[in-house]
């Protein structure tokens, strides 16, 4: 189930890739969160999913019904981020800012396991 921290790995880098505008260091802050939240959720119910018995059909059903909906959620979130930054080309200054916010907003969540916390305290020295 690994699939979880690629998700979030290839989500960041779509988002900084696809990003590109000097915002307010708040906005952008309070984007990251956002954005943030949707992933923290996506990894919680993953672990949740991944800690239930398959012989537990109405609880697998209902998690994986949960995950979807915050994949979806996630997905409109990464959209409007792109269209809010794609009309100005992405520039490295922003590009790590959004990182560092969003590797600070992810530290919040409770639902990292110490390799994806590792992973973020990784980045935010970067």
């Known amino acids: 189930m690994k699939i979880n ?9 779509g988002i900084i890739g696809v990003s590109g505008c000097k ?14 939240d949707a992933m923290c ?3 919680g119910v993953m672990n ?8 537990d059909s109405v609880t697998v059903n209902r998690l ?11 997905m409109g979130l990464y ?4 269209a809010k930054h794609e009309k100005t080309p992405p520039t490295e200054a ?11 907003s992810m530290l919040d969540c409770k639902n990292l396991s110490k ?7 990784k980045g935010m020295k970067q």
Request: aromatic share 8%.
């Open 5 to 13: 921290g690629i998700l979030c790995l290839v989500l960041i880098a």
């Open 23 to 36: 915002s307010e260091d708040k906005a952008l802050k309070q984007e990251a969160k956002t954005i943030a």
């Open 41 to 43: 959720k996506s990894i």
């Open 48 to 55: 949740e999913l991944k800690k239930t018995d398959p012989a």
């Open 64 to 74: 994986q019904q949960e995950y979807q909906i915050v994949q979806s959620e996630l």
């Open 79 to 82: 959209d409007e981020f792109r």
């Open 94 to 104: 922003f590009n790590n800012e959004f990182r560092k916010y969003l590797n600070e």
């Open 115 to 121: 390799e994806e916390r590792e992973t973020f305290e």
